[in-house]
């Protein structure tokens, strides 16, 4: 079976049902004149593309936030029939207008393009940034002149924001489509694919292998729980049966890391029979080690991080710490929790490391299990406690 195609929400763009992201494939997160690229990143940055393409994978992602990645596609792009291509930048919304449109021109000059198909804005996490995006003289009336001029085609956001931000932003009805993320280990953001599907939106998942639970080197009671698929295939297909969602992002590495999503394609006819006793060995090993009733409400009633003395991101920290538990995804959840106090509002709020200091009991009264968590944030962060970890874009 060859690959798959989704309408992409109202673009009507036949879009692959994985697309080929450009966050991990570059030369560097610092921008470099080409000829300080070395031949063999160039090199395996072309076969990467040439392989996406091989396996029907013509939707490339990238970004000018990316470092070297948009102008390493420039000579690759050049050479390829352009209309067989479905191309989307992104540019950041930390700067004014004008700078944003200085932005976009710089990556569409490294793309070697006329036009791009998708323009993302990078990063609305805030009622700020979508305000910032969406008011008089904004962000959108700069895409709207660049849509007049031929330079876009369609207009979407990704984002890293809370669900609600996300579902506002969504609600403007001023986008095509969304990067968000959405993938088995964290569904907070299903209300948000429902309201994009609602605005027929094109719905593209972010980072569904790593930031969806580094499923390129999972733990082996992951691997277990997942049998007879891997756990990697078997969150493509959780993903997947769910025909709101259209496509979701491969951050290749190399030309071989499209292979083991290929497999989802042959399978995804009979994702609910191969699904089905996996999500119950999961949630059954989930009860197992943490209790049916913390498994069932254990998200209820908890504050944001703003809400919270400390800016402690609690609802992240307890989310980690079952997965640490239930999962052994220690590795995993040592990475996430490590960025908060550094990751600003892309993975906003602090660690646990003060909670003896702070008083709780307010942020906490709608909760129902409110008079243990000070005791499971503690022990979180002797569990997942380390150094603290940079982004990939701010090493």
């Known amino acids: 079976m060859g690959m798959q195609y989704r309408r992409f929400g109202r673009t009507q763009l036949q879009m692959p049902i994985f697309s080929c992201g450009g966050m991990r ?18 090199q395996n940055l072309a076969a990467i593309v040439h392989r996406s393409l091989e396996v029907g994978i013509n939707h490339i992602e990238t970004a000018r936030a990316y470092g070297t990645s948009d102008l390493q596609l420039g000579p690759i792009l050049k050479r390829l029939p352009r209309e067989q291509m479905i191309i989307q930048t992104k540019v950041m919304l930390e700067c004014s207008p004008k700078e944003f449109r200085r932005k976009f021109d710089q990556s569409l000059a490294n793309l070697k393009l006329d036009y791009v198909d998708l323009l993302g804005l990078h990063g609305i996490n805030t009622h700020g940034l979508l305000h910032d995006t969406i008011r008089p003289g904004g962000f959108l009336d700069v895409v709207r002149q660049l849509q007049e001029q031929g330079k876009v085609r369609f207009v979407g956001f990704s984002t890293h924001g809370p669900t609600d931000v996300i579902v506002k932003a969504i609600e403007t009805n001023q986008f095509d489509y969304v990067n968000l993320h959405w993938y088995y280990i964290n569904q907070s953001n299903w209300p948000a694919i429902e309201a994009a599907s609602r605005h027929d939106m094109g719905v593209f998942i972010i980072s569904p292998s790593d930031k969806g639970g580094m499923l390129q080197k999972p733990s082996q009671k992951l691997v277990n729980l997942c049998v ?168």
């Open 228 to 395: 007879p698929l891997s756990p990697m295939v078997f969150n493509d297909l959780f993903c997947l049966s769910h025909p709101q969602v259209h496509t979701l992002s491969i951050g290749a590495f190399k030309p071989t890391d499209f292979d083991e999503h290929l497999k989802a394609v042959e399978l995804l006819d009979q994702a609910d029979e191969l699904l089905s006793p996996i999500l119950v060995r999961l949630e059954q090993e989930a009860i197992a080690i943490l209790g049916e009733k913390w498994v069932k409400t254990w998200q209820i009633g908890l504050p944001t991080s703003e809400e919270t003395p400390g800016l402690v991101n609690i609802p992240v920290i307890l989310w980690l710490r079952n997965l640490a538990l239930a999962y052994d995804m220690v590795e995993y959840a040592k990475g996430r929790y490590n960025l908060l106090d550094g990751a600003s509002h892309w993975f906003p709020g602090s660690r646990a490391d003060r909670i003896r200091e702070l008083d709780l009991r307010y942020c906490l009264r709608h909760s129902p299990h409110a008079d243990k968590i000070p005791a499971l944030l503690e022990d979180a962060h002797r569990l997942l406690g380390g150094e603290q970890v940079k982004r990939l874009s701010q090493q």
């Open 25 to 42: 494939y570059q030369y560097s997160w610092k921008d470099r004149p080409l000829w300080r690229v070395r031949r063999r990143s160039q």
